[in-house]
Structures are given as structure tokens and as C-alpha cells.
């Protein structure tokens, strides 16, 4: 297959990324036509024995960082609440967290793509995820039966701007703490105190509401065996706290982003 074949099977990606970095597919479409461009222009730049993705995001972060060719397309739209919010993050630490949560590039592929070292990328999405997390509060469900790691938790979770509604040490306190107060998003052990599951308490939970679930456990192979939810997102213990503020940040962004087009789709 061609550079140029490979190239155009990467594009839809690379209009995504660039939607969610800019606001607006308008915009985002005239810094992917400024990197086609330059593509054209400066055919070297992307080798037929190099990682062609890594390199095509690589002249778009060139383009971006040095050309503005909003001018030539519509404002940011300023109806699109997900990626208004990711708008309002600093530029850096907006392209290391849409690179890695959104694209699923790996943390040497950022560096390559943003020309910045492995431990400057961890840093930049730690940023992000804590900018992102605090303008998108919400009310957070603790299910965790080991006390030390639920105080770490929901001073963690406090700390980004979020609201602990309870925190469940069984299936059953589970229930009645969601009962009392629907969360916005669940952060659950597999492993409780009464020998009860984490996965069954969520799985009872969503029947009623669907929202976001990271499980935080030490027994992941369980979440991988069992009936678990979607969409959910897996934390192994012991964990960082920069990392479960970046997860907690990628659930909340994709939540509001698939509402978004869930909203769009029953309006077409």
C-alpha cells in the first residue's frame, strides 16, 4: 500500500482529533487541509518505513503550533459542550490528553507527535485531566470496603471539584446510597467487604441510570472474566492519582460526547 493510501486511511482520525482540539469541524477541517498541503508540498516528510499515523499527526502539531487557518472557516462553535470545555484547557496539555484518551496513542508515540519526552506527556495529562475534571464537576458514588483507600479516594475526588455522594462498602449500602442520590459517575471495587461483588453492585445500579464506572481493584482479572458494564474503564491497584484523575476526566468527556451525538442522531 502507498504512503498516499495509508495517509487517507488515517484522515477520519485525524479530523476527529482536530474537531475536539479546535471546537469546530469547520476549523479543524482547514488545519487538516493545511497539513494535506504541506503534505503535497514537502512529500519527504512522511516515509514509507516510518509509523505513518505518528508522522501525519506529527505535521498537523507543526501546522497547529505555527499557523492559524481559523480565518478561513466558521468560529468555534460554542454548542458543543465536551470540546468547548477541552477549548478552555491550555493548548499543550489539550493535545497530550486528546492524543492519549482520545486517539489512544501510546505515551512514546505523544512524545514523538508533540516532540516532548515520556515523563513531560504524563505531566501534561495529569494537567489536563485535573483542568478538564474541575470544569466538569459532578456527584461521584465511592464503592470500596478498605477505609485508608476510600479516604484517599474521596480526597482525590474532592480535590478536582467533584462531590462525594457516599461512599458503599457493600452491594447493598450500593444501592441505598444510589437510591438516595444518583451519581454522575461510580468509582467501584470488585472485591467488597461482605464478600459481595463490586461488578453485581454497579450491574444493579445501571439497571436504573447509566453513567460512567472506573473500577479500582486489585483483582482485575475478575473484570475481565466477569458480566461487566459498558462503557467502563479499569484502574489496578495500587493506583496513581494522577492516573485516576486522568480516567476520571476521559469517562466524563466521553460521556458528554456520546450524549452529544445521541442528541444529534434523534434530531437528524
Known amino acids: 500500500m502507498s504512503t498516499a493510501q495509508l495517509v487517507v486511511q488515517h484522515l477520519p482520525y485525524l479530523r476527529r482529533y482536530a474537531?475536539?482540539?479546535?471546537?469546530?469541524?469547520?476549523?479543524?477541517?482547514?488545519?487538516?487541509?493545511?497539513?494535506?498541503?504541506?503534505?503535497?508540498?514537502?512529500?519527504?516528510?512522511?516515509?514509507?518505513?516510518?509509523?505513518?499515523?505518528?508522522?501525519?499527526?506529527?505535521?498537523?502539531?507543526?501546522?497547529?503550533?505555527?499557523?492559524?487557518?481559523?480565518?478561513?472557516?466558521?468560529?468555534?462553535?460554542?454548542?458543543?459542550?465536551?470540546?468547548?470545555r477541552l477549548g478552555q484547557i491550555t493548548p499543550l496539555p489539550r493535545q497530550a490528553f486528546l492524543l492519549s484518551c482520545l486517539e489512544g496513542f501510546g505515551e512514546e508515540e505523544v512524545g514523538q507527535i508533540l516532540d516532548v519526552d515520556t515523563r513531560t506527556v504524563r505531566d501534561l495529562v495529569d494537567e489536563a485531566g485535573r483542568e478538564l475534571a474541575a470544569d466538569m464537576a459532578t456527584d461521584i458514588l465511592i464503592i470500596e470496603d478498605e477505609p485508608l483507600i476510600a479516604m484517599d479516594l474521596e480526597a482525590l475526588v474532592e480535590g478536582l471539584g467533584h462531590n462525594v455522594t457516599g461512599v458503599a462498602r457493600t452491594r447493598t449500602e450500593a444501592v441505598k446510597l444510589a437510591a438516595a442520590k444518583q451519581p454522575g459517575l461510580i468509582l467501584a471495587d470488585i472485591q467488597l467487604a461482605d464478600g459481595s461483588s463490586g461488578l453485581d453492585a454497579v450491574n444493579d445500579l445501571l439497571k436504573s441510570f447509566e453513567v460512567p464506572v472506573i473500577f479500582i481493584t486489585a483483582y482485575p482479572e475478575r473484570f475481565l472474566t466477569g458480566e461487566r458494564p459498558e462503557p467502563a474503564f479499569l484502574i489496578a491497584k495500587p493506583f496513581q492519582p494522577a492516573n485516576v484523575s486522568a480516567v476520571i476526566s476521559q469517562a466524563l468527556f466521553f460521556q458528554q460526547s456520546a450524549r452529544r451525538r445521541e442528541a444529534r442522531a434523534a434530531t437528524a
Open 19 to 84: 474537531r475536539a482540539l479546535t471546537g469546530s469541524q469547520m476549523a479543524g477541517d482547514a488545519y487538516v487541509a493545511a497539513t494535506l498541503e504541506t503534505l503535497v508540498s514537502e512529500p519527504e516528510t512522511i516515509g514509507p518505513s516510518g509509523n505513518v499515523k505518528v508522522e501525519l499527526f506529527q505535521v498537523f502539531t507543526r501546522i497547529w503550533n505555527s499557523l492559524s487557518v481559523n480565518g478561513r472557516s466558521e468560529q468555534i462553535q460554542r454548542d458543543l459542550p465536551a470540546e468547548v
